[in-house]
C-alpha cells in the first residue's frame, strides 16, 4: 500500500493552496497591519464561510478516522448524536452570540472580566491555554502516525511540512487566511469522504444492499432508552450529554467566539451558527455511512491476516487504500481530507491562543503598546505557538500510552469552562471568589473521574468486541489511544462498584457533570462568602433566563427573578430612569467593568474599552 506520484500530487497541492491562501491575504487589503484585522478580520466576514469555518476547527482528523471505526465495530449507536445539535446550536445563537458581540470584545475571557473581576479572567485564559496547547500537539501527530503506520509516508516529514505550512498561513494571513483555508479545507474533507463513499458502495453492490446487510448483522442499532449514565451510548447520553458537549465548543470555546466576532452583524454571527446545523448533520452522515460501507466491504474483500489493522483508528486508512487502490489519486485526496482536518484544528487554535495571549495577558500588562507594535506581536504569538505545536508534537511520540490522558484533556477542561460562563451569564448573584472556586473544584473533578477511568482502561485486559465484530488485536501505540478516548468507553473490569462504577461514567455526560460541578459550588461560595453586589451587575452580561423562562408571571415578581440586577426595558422610553436604577446616571458605573459614560443629546451611553457606542436599549435583553 504505497502513495503514487499522483497522490503525493493531490497532497502537496493541498499544501500549496493552503500557503496561497495566507500569502493572499497577508498581501492584500490592509496587509493585516492592525490587531483587529490579523485578529477578527475586522469583524467583516459573511455568515458562510464563518459557517464553514466553524465546522471545520473541530472536524478534526481524529474525528474522521474515529467515526467510520466506531460505527464500523458498535453500529450506528453514535448517528443520534447528531439529536443534540439542534440545542447544542440554538442555544449558543441565542444566549451566547448576542452577549459577546454586544460587548464588542476580542477575547472571550474579557467577558470574565466584566462580570467577576480580572483575577477570573486570567484564570480562564490560563485554563483555555493549558488545554489547547496539549490537544494541538496530539492533533498533528496522531494523523500522521496513522498514515505512516499504513503507507510508509515518512513521519516526521509529514509532521514537519504541516505544522510548517499551518504556521505560515496563519502567521502571514491572520485570521481571515484561516477562515478562507478553512472552506477550503472543509470542501477538500467532503469530496475525500464522498469518494470512498461512492466508490466503496458500488463495489458491494450499492447503499441499500450496504444497509440491508448491516441490519442483518445487528449493525444498525434502535433507539435505546436507558437513562443510565454509566451506559456508554444510549439515546439520553448521546442527545442530551452531546448538547453540554455542544454547548463547550460552540458555546464558549475561543477558536469558535472569535468566529462569531468577526462576523460583520450579530445577525450574520447567529445566521453562521444556524448553518452549521445543516453541515453538522451531513458531515456525521458521510463519516456513519464510511463507517457501514467499511462494514460491508470487509466482509466481502477481507484482507489478508498479515494486513489485517493493528489498532481500530487505523481501519479507515486500510480500507481506503484497499478500495481505492485502482483509482490513482484517490488516496491521496483521502489523505488530503485527513490532513486539512488537522491543518483547520491546528490554525484555529494558533490564531485563538495568539488571541488570548495578546489580549488577556500581554496588553493589561502593557497598555502603552502602539499598533504596529501590538500587531507584530500577535504574530510574533501565533509564529511562537506554531513551534511550540511542532515540540508538542515530538513530545507526544515520547509519552505512548499516557497520551490517551492528553487527548482526554481537551474534553476534561471545555466542561468547567462552560461551567464557569454559565455561572456568570444565568446567576447574577455569583461572585468572583465563588468562580475562582467552583473553576478549581470543577477542573479537580474532571482531573479525577478522567484520569481514574484513564488509569481503570489501562489496567483492563484489552478492549471488547461487539457480537460479529472484527477481532483487533491490542495496539499499545499512539494512535490507538484517539479513538479509544473520543469514541470510545473507558472501559474497566466486569460488573465494577463503588468508585469503579464511578470512572466508567459515559465520556459523552464529562462536560455536563463537570460544568454542574463548577456551577454548584461557584453558587454555594458565593452564598458562604457574601453574594454578589447586584446592583453593580452591568446588566449586559447577564442573561434573564428565569424570567423568561417565567414570563407568565406579573412584573412585579420576574423583577424579583431578576436578583436586583436592573434591566432595561424594552418596552420603555424612560432610559434615564432604567440608568439611575442601575446606578449610572451620576456617573456610578460598575467596579472593574471598564465603562464610561458619555453624553449623548440627552440619551446615556456605555462604552466598552474604547469599543463603539451602543444604547442601552440596542443592548436591552
Given at each position: ?147 505512516n503506520a499504513v503507507t510508509g509516508f515518512d513521519l516526521w516529514s509529514a509532521v514537519l511540512t504541516i505544522g510548517l505550512v499551518c504556521t505560515l498561513y496563519t502567521t502571514l494571513g491572520g485570521l481571515k487566511a484561516v477562515i478562507w483555508t478553512d472552506v477550503f479545507q472543509t470542501l477538500v ?39 443510565d449514565p454509566f451506559e456508554r451510548h444510549t439515546f439520553w447520553t448521546l442527545s442530551m450529554g452531546g448538547v453540554f458537549m455542544m454547548l463547550s465548543l460552540y458555546g464558549v470555546n475561543q477558536a469558535q467566539v472569535q468566529r462569531y466576532l468577526s462576523a460583520r452583524s450579530e445577525w450574520e454571527a447567529k445566521l453562521s451558527c444556524y448553518a452549521v446545523f445543516p453541515c453538522q448533520q451531513i458531515v456525521l452522515c458521510l463519516s456513519c455511512l464510511t ?331
Amino acid at each position: 500500500m504505497e502513495f503514487t506520484v499522483i497522490d503525493y500530487s493531490i497532497f502537496a497541492l493541498l499544501l500549496v493552496l493552503s500557503s496561497a491562501i495566507g500569502l493572499f491575504y497577508a498581501l492584500s487589503g490592509n496587509r493585516q497591519r492592525t490587531v483587529q484585522e490579523f485578529l477578527l478580520a475586522n469583524r467583516n466576514m459573511s455568515f458562510l464561510p464563518v459557517a464553514l469555518s466553524l465546522l471545520a476547527t473541530f472536524q478534526s482528523a481524529v474525528a474522521i478516522l474515529g467515526v467510520p471505526a466506531e460505527i464500523y465495530r458498535f453500529g450506528t449507536e453514535y448517528w443520534f448524536l447528531g439529536c443534540s445539535y439542534f440545542l447544542g446550536l440554538l442555544i449558543p445563537a441565542h444566549i451566547f452570540i448576542p452577549i459577546f458581540y454586544r460587548l464588542h470584545i476580542t477575547s472571550t475571557y474579557e467577558y470574565l472580566e466584566l462580570r467577576f473581576n480580572k483575577t477570573v479572567r486570567v484564570f480562564g485564559t490560563v485554563t483555555f491555554i493549558f488545554q489547547m496547547v496539549i490537544y494541538m500537539g496530539v492533533v498533528l501527530y496522531a494523523p500522521a502516525l496513522a498514515l505512516n503506520a499504513v503507507t510508509g509516508f515518512d513521519l516526521w516529514s509529514a509532521v514537519l511540512t504541516i505544522g510548517l505550512v499551518c504556521t505560515l498561513y496563519t502567521t502571514l494571513g491572520g485570521l481571515k487566511a484561516v477562515i478562507w483555508t478553512d472552506v477550503f479545507q472543509t470542501l477538500v474533507m467532503f469530496a475525500g469522504q464522498l469518494a470512498v463513499i461512492v466508490v466503496g458502495a458500488r463495489r458491494v453492490g450499492g447503499m441499500a444492499r450496504i444497509w440491508h446487510l448491516a441490519e442483518e448483522e445487528g449493525r444498525i442499532s434502535g433507539i435505546d432508552l436507558d437513562p443510565d449514565p454509566f451506559e456508554r451510548h444510549t439515546f439520553w447520553t448521546l442527545s442530551m450529554g452531546g448538547v453540554f458537549m455542544m454547548l463547550s465548543l460552540y458555546g464558549v470555546n475561543q477558536a469558535q467566539v472569535q468566529r462569531y466576532l468577526s462576523a460583520r452583524s450579530e445577525w450574520e454571527a447567529k445566521l453562521s451558527c444556524y448553518a452549521v446545523f445543516p453541515c453538522q448533520q451531513i458531515v456525521l452522515c458521510l463519516s456513519c455511512l464510511t463507517g457501514l460501507v467499511m462494514f460491508v466491504y470487509d466482509r466481502e474483500h477481507p484482507l489478508a491476516p498479515a494486513q489485517r489493522p493493528k489498532s481500530s483508528d487505523q481501519l479507515v486508512l486500510y480500507f481506503v487504500m484497499d478500495v481505492l487502490r485502482d483509482l490513482p489519486g484517490l488516496p491521496g485526496l483521502f489523505v488530503a481530507c485527513l490532513f486539512s482536518g488537522a491543518l483547520s484544528t491546528i490554525s484555529s487554535a494558533f490564531n485563538s491562543l495568539a488571541t488570548v495571549t495578546m489580549e488577556d495577558l500581554v496588553s493589561p500588562c502593557c497598555p502603552g503598546l502602539s499598533e504596529s507594535r501590538a500587531t507584530l506581536l500577535s504574530k510574533l504569538l501565533a509564529l511562537g505557538y506554531g513551534l511550540l505545536c511542532l515540540g508538542m508534537a515530538y513530545v507526544s511520540s515520547m509519552l505512548g500510552p499516557v497520551l490517551q490522558a492528553a487527548i482526554s484533556i481537551f474534553g476534561m477542561v471545555g466542561g468547567p469552562l462552560l461551567g464557569l460562563f454559565c455561572l456568570g451569564i444565568f446567576f447574577p448573584c455569583a461572585n468572583s471568589t465563588g468562580a475562582v472556586v467552583g473553576l478549581l473544584a470543577g477542573l479537580a473533578m474532571a482531573f479525577w473521574v478522567g484520569i481514574g477511568s484513564l488509569l481503570q482502561s489501562m489496567g483492563a485486559a484489552g478492549e471488547p468486541s461487539p457480537p460479529n465484530s472484527t477481532l483487533l488485536p491490542t495496539a499499545d501505540n499512539l494512535t490507538t489511544t484517539l479513538a479509544t478516548t473520543l469514541l470510545t468507553p473507558m472501559l474497566a473490569s466486569q460488573s465494577p462498584t463503588g468508585l469503579q462504577k464511578f470512572y466508567n461514567l459515559s465520556y459523552m455526560w464529562y462536560s455536563a457533570h463537570n460544568s454542574t460541578t463548577v456551577i454548584l459550588v461557584g453558587l454555594l461560595v458565593s452564598l458562604l462568602t457574601g453574594e454578589c453586589r447586584t446592583a453593580a451587575v452591568d446588566p449586559r452580561t447577564i442573561y434573564p433566563v428565569l424570567p423568561r423562562l417565567l414570563c407568565c408571571l406579573p412584573p412585579k415578581y420576574r423583577q424579583k427573578l431578576c436578583c436586583g440586577v436592573a434591566f432595561p426595558d424594552q418596552d420603555s422610553d424612560h432610559t434615564d430612569t432604567v440608568m439611575k436604577s442601575n446606578g449610572m446616571a451620576n456617573g456610578l458605573v460598575p467596579p472593574g467593568s471598564g465603562q464610561r459614560e458619555q453624553e449623548g443629546e440627552g440619551q446615556g451611553y456605555i462604552s466598552m474599552g474604547g469599543a463603539p457606542e451602543y444604547s442601552l436599549q440596542e443592548t436591552s435583553f
